[in-house]
């Protein structure tokens, strides 16, 4: 894996919980798809809100950025994404899907610099780049000081669902 | 008596089905195919850091083709029951145009026009299938700018008719919501000395608009020293069931080519896009015959293409200026600036 390219910034983080970071869009599977665990029943009736509200909540990413930069993104799953530009901001909203590298928080610190072209991802390593599941459609824009990130899963969707019924196709209930 | 909104729609959904699912019924080749699709050993090792932009659009124009041909390769694979006896001689090619439209009068209001192409090689299922990928409309005319399109591409599958320059397409227009589409269609080319002549002819169906034919003729003449002045005329009339009686469009244009992205372009078309640094003008006239005839508009356009980064990318620059009946006749002008990217699998494009 290539080395990266922050080291000092960590403390401004508040993604304190980031295990790796992905290195390229194409092919990457940056769903959370753990080993499903399996619960008892007790535990499942303790959960079951908790789990579908969160399940809900995968679905939708929605979040408001302040910094400096300009850049736009559009993502029709990861095999047709796109980035252009350079941010570095801060960021508030809904977090969208969770992934197997970054625990999903409503703020925290997002940044990255180049291309991306159906795919093919020509930006730069950082601890704050923000990660899209591979199903995900969004739009992003940032001008200037202030920008918007938005995207939904339909893969998402299914799994909020299921989970209805007490099933769980990603296998990411608590 | 049938809904026609149902007819069209079961037709929709039957050639979005013929389209992407052709022997979809085995699920583990479903699957290999989404793997092969998103396998990573065609991309080359990223940096961590890029040292400059140059080394972006390097990297980016190295790797795009790997991937999207490993993608086309494993749609090869899909399509012909993952039984690979040929592998591609020819690379697919891909192109991508970002253009961004100002109009002036508008005070310049801009309006972003990605477009996006490709010839795709499938040795495995040629002898049956082509796959084409494409921003151009089904019922396009000659002279129709980017952004005169509308929004979505073109998805779907074409076969051709062995020793005649017929084929026939079937696909899906990916857009909200999605349209079908079959397409006949019928283009050749004659040359007679420095004369180029290419008469085309397509009859169409679209699940939205109906019933639909083109009908056009474009003809060109190299002049001048090394044969690099063109001058030309491109006639079309374009009649369906969605249109305003028979709709027409007439063009003259004038050329000057230095320097050709393909050395043999003047044994096929002369387009702008052939171009890889000229400069050229386009008078256009566009109307509709219901009944009587009616002018539309008149269009006039200066177009500039020169090498921008390497040889992949192109800048166009073309101001124009329109003549619309509906607005009286009043000059509207704008300015189109784009980027024109090749990705060929070539060691330069």
Redesign the interface.
Same mark, same amino acid.
Not at chain 2, 45 to 50: D, H
């Given at each position: 894996m290539p080395a990266l390219s922050e080291t000092n910034d960590t403390a401004l983080s508040s993604n304190a919980e980031i295990t790796t970071v992905a290195t390229n869009t194409v092919g990457h599977d940056a769903s959370f798809t753990p080993e499903k665990k399996k619960h008892n029943i007790g535990h499942k009736m303790l959960f079951y809100i908790p789990n579908r509200v969160l399940d809900l909540v995968d679905i939708f990413r929605l979040r408001a950025k302040v910094g400096p930069g300009i850049s736009g993104t559009l993502q029709l799953t990861s095999v047709a994404s796109f980035y252009a530009g350079t941010h570095n901001t801060v960021y508030a909203g809904l977090p969208g899907p969770r992934s197997a590298q970054k625990k999903p928080r409503p703020w925290g610190r997002e940044k990255q610099k180049g291309i991306i072209l159906f795919g093919v991802d020509a930006t730069d390593d950082s601890l704050f780049a923000p990660e899209h599941s591979p199903s995900e459609i969004g739009l992003g824009l940032h001008i200037l000081i202030v920008g918007v990130d938005a995207g939904i899963d339909p893969v998402e969707i299914g799994d909020f669902l299921a989970g209805i019924i007490g099933r769980d196709p990603k296998g990411d209930d608590k | 008596m049938i809904n026609k909104s149902i007819l069209r729609s079961t037709i929709s959904l039957m050639l979005f089905s013929l389209t992407v699912a052709h022997g979809a019924t085995e699920t583990n080749r479903l699957l290999s195919f989404k793997t092969a699709?998103?396998?990573?050993d065609? +991309?080359k090792?990223?940096?961590?850091?890029?040292d400059n932009?140059s080394q972006?659009?390097d990297? +980016?124009h190295d790797?795009?083709h790997n991937?999207?041909q490993s993608?086309t390769e494993a749609t090869d694979l899909f399509l012909a029951n993952g039984t690979e006896t040929k592998k591609q001689e020819v690379p697919s090619r891909f192109r991508?145009g970002l253009y961004l439209e100002s109009d002036v009068d508008e005070g310049f209001s801009l309006k972003f026009d990605p477009s996006f192409e490709s010839e795709i090689s499938l040795p495995n299922t040629e002898e049956r299938w082509k796959l084409i990928i494409t921003g151009k409309e089904i019922d396009e005319m000659p002279d129709t700018k980017p952004s005169e399109r509308e929004k979505g591409f073109s998805a779907g599958i074409q076969k051709g008719i062995k020793d005649l320059p017929i084929k026939l397409d079937a696909g899906v227009r990916i857009r909200w919501l999605p349209e079908g589409f079959l397409k006949l269609s019928w283009r050749t080319l004659w040359n007679a000395g420095n004369w180029s002549i290419i008469p085309s002819q397509k009859c169409y169906y679209e699940t939205d608009e109906g019933f639909g034919e083109v009908s056009a003729l474009s003809t060109y003449l190299c002049f001048g020293e090394k044969l690099r002045g063109t001058i030309g005329t491109a006639s079309a009339v374009r009649w369906s069931e969605d249109t305003d009686g028979v709709e027409w469009s007439h063009s003259l244009r004038l050329g000057h080519i230095s320097e050709s992205i393909e050395k043999d372009y003047r044994k096929k078309s002369i387009r702008m896009e052939d171009t890889a640094r000229g400069t050229g003008i386009k008078l256009a006239v566009y109307g509709h015959k219901n009944g009587t005839g009616i002018v539309d508009r008149y269009r006039l356009t200066f177009i500039h293409r020169r090498p921008l980064y390497k040889q992949w990318v192109y800048l166009e620059i073309a101001p124009e200026v329109e003549w619309q009946n509906e607005y009286d006749w009043d000059a509207e002008y704008t300015l189109r600036i784009g980027f024109d990217m090749l990705f060929w699998g070539t060691k330069t494009r």
């Open positions: - | 699709i998103s396998k990573t065609a +991309i090792e990223k940096p961590a850091t890029f932009w972006r659009m990297y +980016i790797n795009f991937v999207m993608r991508l």
